[in-house]
C-alpha cells in the first residue's frame, strides 16, 4: 500500500515536471468528478499557465495528497485558488497555487476535440448530478449501455 502510494506520488511528480519542462502533457481520465464536461476515458491536453493568469471557470490541474486532480476554478486568491469538481456539491479545499500542475486545454473523446465550456444542458445535468448519487450512476449506466462507455467506474474524484 505504501509502495502504491509512492508511485502515485511518482507518478504526480512526474506529470508535473513534463508539463514545466516541455508546456504541455496530456493524460487520460479516470475520475467522475467533472461529469458531463469530462468523461473517463477523455484525454485532456495540459497546459503550463501562470497562476496570475487564472480566472474563474477554467480547468486547472493541480496535485494534492499524491493525486491529481482536474477541476473547474471557482475563485482566485492573491495566493490560492478554489476549485469544484462540476458534479461534486461543495468545494475543494483552497490550492495553493504551488500545487498547480497546468490548465485543461482540451479535451478529446473517441478521437474528437470536446468543448471545454460547458452548455446550458450540462450545466443543468451537473446541477442534477451534484446533488444525487442516482443520478449519476444512471447517467454511466445510460452511457454503457449505448457503448461509449466500456466500464463503469467506481464513484471517485479525478
Known amino acids: 500500500m505504501i509502495r502504491q502510494a509512492h508511485l502515485l506520488e511518482a507518478c504526480c511528480d512526474l506529470v508535473a515536471e513534463v508539463v514545466r519542462a516541455t508546456g504541455s502533457a496530456k493524460l487520460k481520465v479516470t475520475g467522475l468528478s467533472m461529469l458531463p464536461a469530462i468523461w473517463p476515458g477523455d484525454v485532456l491536453t495540459i497546459s503550463r499557465i501562470s497562476p496570475k493568469l487564472l480566472e474563474p471557470d477554467q480547468i486547472v490541474l493541480y496535485r494534492r495528497n499524491g ?44 478521437g474528437r476535440a470536446v468543448k471545454l465550456q460547458p452548455s446550458p444542458w450540462q450545466r443543468t445535468a451537473a446541477w442534477f448530478l451534484r446533488h444525487s448519487d442516482l443520478s449519476i450512476r444512471l447517467l454511466l449506466h445510460l452511457r454503457a449501455a449505448s457503448g461509449h462507455l466500456t466500464e463503469i467506474p467506481e464513484k471517485q474524484i479525478l
Do not use: E, W, Y
Open 67 to 110: 493525486k491529481l486532480t482536474a477541476h473547474r476554478v471557482v475563485q482566485v486568491a492573491h495566493d490560492h485558488f478554489l476549485t469544484r469538481g462540476d458534479c461534486v456539491p461543495s468545494l475543494d479545499p483552497p490550492v495553493p497555487f504551488s500545487a498547480m500542475v497546468g490548465q485543461v486545454i482540451a479535451v478529446c473523446r473517441n
